[in-house]
């Protein structure tokens, strides 16, 4: 029999499918702080630069370009693939067109697990639960490289569905065989390929585990094969993974970083969660849920969703910048165990009245499954992408809308008293020589950034040293000839500068101060507060408290 086709004000309308990737747009701009949330980590603007030296010279750096303190040593550049295309997304409209890049990767990333979840349950489920995943992802939504892997992520997952499913070929090639090609793509954009070589080894081991307890004999037959080949495709992955300008010495370099337990004591996005952060309820939630579907998978005798769960809960639990990678994994089985306990619910020993609400959810469900199947044109999700750039290509656009790095965070205005000077050696937070990188870079380098991984333990504790004015803090800028300090006036270094007869302040706006020794300050010209402008001695942090205070958290690279 055939279909009846859709009426036209039916493909005009929205779908879940919209909501899905207008949700990410929806966050940013209504519960966040819009495009300044994508550029609230300036490791956005060493990246770019990264891709304009790699553009210009032809060649990927072995050796470091951006800093007086280690200039020259060996450096990985993990994500120059990406370095390469936002420098040419900046290129073409700056960091607005790096902004509407983001998100439309965020857009698409929602759009396919909404997709890959919906195989799983019916729209109202499926919906719910990519929101729910949207939402606690969002600690992580900066414009990085960091977001290809979500993007791959949820493409791994999708494969790997289709595989167990029995849809083991597109056009002839086996799925299996398609993700170690997609893998030297992840490798060379984001370093966070190991993740589906993960979850391709957890959907083997799955199939091991069923074979040991107690699959029949034919059946076990069936299952080593399938073992064995997820086994081969993660070990392909691997050996693909190698296809990048460091071979080998990249993973070599990636496990001793990931190793060092250095990184889960100062680096931010290294440590545990904060439960009290805005999105941590929706984290809190999703555990629950995946601690609820771990159980229910076991007890039905399916151990890969349980496995990856377990692996993925655990790393969100260590680290936060592993949130959106726990969530983007739970949320398929997560839907489908919910889709299965709705179903049961009539046949569960329950007060009538929830076994009659979920009947009735499950009526709903059917019913918009029906008009979900309908084709759409898609024209809100277009429309609503348009208004948002248009808004940011507006001459004056509205706050939330304003691609740049926040000139009330960073010092933008302090910048002008230290630009021209080749001579300065300029000392500054990791974070704050992010943005010296993208301001100043190539006519000036910086003491510290944000690439932990390149600067080493020893290096790091011995920054972290001066930030805390610690024992032999000054000694430390001496041996890098450091003749100009940029700190916040909330800083402990700050205080104690403020009061050593060895350093002067020539610039005060209240956001950044800058300080030059004593000696050369009178030469220099007094650009800002300290006639007028000098905000920050409302905050002054004396020496004794700077003392007091510790320092152990700093930034972190990719």
């Known amino acids: 029999m055939p279909t009846e086709r859709p009426p036209f004000a039916l493909k005009l309308m929205p779908s879940f499918q919209d909501f899905a990737f207008l949700m990410p747009m929806a966050f940013l701009f209504g519960r966040m702080d819009g495009v300044k949330t994508l550029f609230s980590d300036c490791d956005t603007g060493w990246h770019i630069r990264t891709g304009e030296w790699i553009a210009a010279n032809h060649a990927i750096p072995a050796r470091d370009i951006f800093s007086f303190s280690k200039a020259g040593d060996p450096w990985f550049a993990w994500e120059w693939l990406s370095d390469v295309l936002m420098a040419w ?6 960091l607005r067109t ?5 998100i439309l990767l965020l857009s698409a990333i929602f759009v396919l697990l909404f997709r890959l979840v919906r195989r799983k349950a019916n729209p109202v489920v499926a919906i719910a639960i990519t929101m729910l995943a949207a939402a606690a992802a969002s600690i992580h939504w900066l414009a990085r490289p960091h977001l290809f892997t979500m993007l791959f992520l949820v493409l791994f997952c999708g494969t790997l569905e289709r595989v167990r499913e029995g849809r083991t070929r597109i056009g002839g090639i086996p799925y299996l065989a398609i993700l170690p090609v997609v893998t030297v793509l992840w490798t060379n954009l984001h370093g966070g390929f190991f993740v589906g070589v993960v979850m391709i080894g957890a959907y ?29 495709s993660a070990s392909a992955c691997m050996a693909a993974s190698l296809v990048n300008p460091y071979t080998y010495h990249l993973h070599v370099h990636m496990a001793q970083y990931l190793r060092d337990p ?16 805005p999105t941590a309820i929706f ?5 629950v849920l995946a601690g609820a579907t771990a159980c229910w998978n076991l007890s039905k005798g399916r151990f890969a969703e349980p496995l990856y769960l377990l692996v993925w809960a655990h790393a969100a639990l260590l680290a936060a910048r592993n949130i959106p990678i726990f969530m983007i994994a739970a949320a398929p089985p997560v839907a489908a165990a919910l889709q299965e306990w709705i179903e049961w619910a009539p046949a569960w020993n329950v007060a009538p009245w929830l076994r009659q609400a979920m009947a009735r959810f499950t009526r709903v469900g059917a019913e918009t499954a029906e008009t979900e199947a309908a084709g759409r044109w898609h024209l809100v999700s277009a429309l609503g992408y348009v208004l948002v750039a248009a808004m940011i290509w507006a001459p004056n656009p509205p706050k939330k809308f304003r691609a740049e790095f926040d000139p009330g965070r960073y010092p933008a205005a302090a910048l002008a008293s230290l630009r021209g000077d080749a001579a300065v050696r300029i000392f500054t937070d990791d974070e704050w020589g992010d943005y010296l990188i993208w301001r100043l870079y190539p006519h000036q380098k910086v003491f510290v950034d944000g690439r932990s991984d390149f600067y080493g333990d020893d290096f790091e504790e011995k920054y972290i040293d001066v930030l805390g004015v610690k024992y032999g803090w000054e000694k430390t800028l001496s041996r890098f000839g450091v003749n100009a300090i940029l700190m916040s006036p909330t800083a402990p270094l700050t205080g104690a500068l403020k009061e050593s007869s060895r350093w002067r302040v020539v610039y005060d706006d209240g956001i ?16 800002a507060a300290t006639t007028g402008g000098g905000g920050g001695r409302d905050r002054e942090v004396t020496k004794t408290e700077a003392r007091d205070q510790a320092i152990t958290v700093i930034k972190t690279r990719t």
């Open 89 to 94: 997304l900046n290129a073409h409209g700056g």
């Open 98 to 102: 790096v902004a509407l890049f983001a």
């Open 204 to 232: 083997g081991m799955g199939e091991v585990l069923k074979i040991a307890f107690g699959a029949e004999a034919e059946e076990r037959r069936a299952r080593w094969a399938a073992a064995r080949n997820y086994f081969w």
């Open 262 to 277: 250095f990184n889960s004591q100062h680096i931010m996005e290294f440590l545990s969660p904060s439960f009290h952060h």
């Open 283 to 287: 984290f809190e939630g999703m555990l």
């Open 512 to 527: 950044a101060l800058v300080f030059r020794p004593a000696e050369t300050a009178g030469e220099i010209t007094v650009s």
